[in-house]
């Protein structure tokens, strides 16, 4: 089944999406291009203003999109001072080699990234502030947009199983296994006791933004919500706190520790925060081993797959039953 990670992306030039600009919303300036992992993403600096001309993936849904402006709008509702990336007019459509495009301008979030600065304790402090912060603003959000099948849910176990033949090497294969074992021998007895709720399901160093004072003023790509885990949302953060940190069990804690000082997560799911972590981390490589296939030229696909599995392979020898006590007892 197609879907926005099997789909190229889009492919406007810079000369096309200047004229969908002014066309679609009497909008001029420089255009500059982003990354984007399955979308199309253009810098816009016309003097006044900045913004972002987001082109998304032809086989994304509108109801997702839909998904995206709503929560932005309910977050900027509750603390405008998040800075949240705001749709700015109306959705349009653009239609280019017999497929159309959803495209819409967004309010463009000036800053620096974190993950420009150095991992250190308060990066991680204010990560977990910040991500507590982003789900007390999300109560009672609700959207059917975000009940989908989504292969970047970690509650979504058969898709992660689907996966594993992607891998060719039968130890590396082991690995995932084990921590899907992991999973369902400790956590799937209780995942009844787990809230859950819409999540942003990608608040991580590479989309929380800084002012010059290092603090958080903002995040980005709302691309990856879903009707998950809530505890799920500091397990993403302390999956990408994981591949940089030196000392990893004493970063994630903190983390988790400073989210849970702002969003109270009960017991049990304090006890599934790094079991779900684990499984982001699974997600990572296997993402990385079936997308590097479809997309060979795409070098990014696997820029933080070597670093996964080094984690992987160092948590695959620890007793995660005692990491899960210790960052039980950090968190308060």
Same mark, same amino acid.
């Given at each position: 089944?197609?879907?926005?990670?099997? +789909?190229?992306?889009?492919? /406007?030039?810079?000369?096309?999406?200047?004229?969908?600009?002014?066309?679609?919303?009497?909008?001029?300036?420089?255009? +500059?291009?982003?990354?984007? *992992?399955?979308?199309?993403?253009? /810098?816009?600096?016309?003097?006044?203003?900045?913004?972002?001309?987001?082109?998304?993936?032809?086989?994304? *849904?509108?109801?997702?999109?839909?998904?995206?402006?709503?929560?932005?709008?309910?977050?900027?509702?509750?603390?405008?001072?998040?800075?949240?990336?705001?749709?700015?007019?109306?959705? !349009?459509?653009?239609?280019?080699?017999?497929?159309?495009?959803? #495209?819409?301008?967004?309010?463009?979030?000036?800053?620096?990234?974190?993950?420009?600065?150095?991992?250190?304790?308060?990066?991680?402090?204010?990560?977990?502030? &910040?991500?507590?912060?982003?789900?007390?603003?999300?109560?009672?959000?609700? !959207?059917?947009?975000?009940?989908?099948?989504?292969?970047?849910?970690?509650?979504?176990?058969?898709?992660?199983?689907?996966?594993?033949?992607?891998?060719?090497?039968?130890?590396?294969?082991? +690995?995932? &296994? !084990?921590?899907?074992?992991?999973?369902?021998?400790?956590?799937?007895?209780?995942?009844?006791?787990?809230?859950?709720?819409?999540?942003?399901?990608?608040?991580? *160093?590479?989309?929380?933004?800084?002012?010059?004072?290092?603090?958080?003023?903002?995040?980005?790509?709302?691309? *990856?919500?879903?009707?998950?885990?809530?505890?799920?949302?500091?397990?993403?953060?302390?999956?990408?706190?994981?591949?940089?940190?030196?000392?990893?069990?004493?970063?994630?804690?903190? #983390?988790?520790? !400073?989210?849970?000082?702002?969003?109270?997560?009960?017991?049990?799911?304090?006890?599934?925060?790094?079991?779900?972590?684990?499984?982001?981390?699974?997600?990572?490589?296997?993402?990385?081993?079936?997308?590097?296939?479809? /997309?060979?030229?795409?070098?990014?696909?696997?820029?933080?797959?070597?670093?996964?599995?080094?984690?992987?392979?160092?948590?695959?020898?620890?007793?995660?039953?005692?990491?899960?006590?210790?960052?039980?007892?950090?968190? &308060?």
């Amino acid at each position: 089944m197609k879907s926005v990670f099997s +789909t190229n992306p889009p492919s /406007f030039t810079k000369g096309e999406a200047s004229i969908i600009l002014k066309k679609k919303f009497n909008v001029e300036g420089d255009l +500059t291009e982003l990354y984007s *992992d399955r979308d199309q993403n253009f /810098f816009v600096d016309n003097i006044d203003n900045k913004f972002i001309l987001k082109i998304s993936n032809a086989s994304e *849904d509108f109801e997702v999109i839909d998904l995206q402006d709503k929560a932005a709008n309910h977050i900027n509702g509750k603390d405008p001072k998040m800075n949240i990336p705001l749709r700015i007019g109306s959705i !349009h459509q653009e239609e280019k080699a017999n497929k159309l495009f959803y #495209v819409r301008l967004l309010k463009y979030v000036d800053g620096i990234l974190m993950s420009t600065k150095d991992l250190d304790d308060k990066t991680c402090t204010k990560m977990g502030l &910040y991500l507590g912060r982003l789900s007390n603003n999300l109560k009672g959000f609700d !959207h059917p947009g975000a009940q989908r099948v989504f292969d970047w849910d970690v509650k979504q176990i058969n898709l992660i199983e689907n996966k594993v033949n992607h891998i060719k090497s039968t130890h590396d294969k082991n +690995t995932i &296994y !084990h921590f899907i074992d992991q999973f369902e021998n400790h956590i799937k007895p209780i995942s009844h006791k787990l809230n859950q709720r819409i999540i942003h399901n990608d608040g991580n *160093d590479h989309n929380i933004i800084l002012d010059m004072e290092s603090n958080p003023v903002g995040i980005i790509d709302f691309g *990856d919500m879903v009707y998950s885990y809530q505890s799920a949302e500091p397990a993403v953060c302390m999956a990408y706190v994981a591949l940089r940190a030196n000392d990893i069990l004493s970063s994630i804690s903190l #983390v988790l520790r !400073h989210y849970n000082s702002v969003y109270k997560l009960n017991n049990f799911e304090l006890q599934a925060v790094v079991y779900l972590m684990c499984l982001r981390l699974c997600i990572t490589v296997l993402m990385a081993s079936w997308r590097k296939k479809l /997309f060979p030229d795409n070098k990014y696909l696997s820029i933080s797959e070597a670093s996964a599995w080094k984690i992987l392979r160092m948590l695959e020898k620890q007793k995660l039953p005692d990491w899960s006590e210790q960052l039980q007892e950090d968190a &308060y």
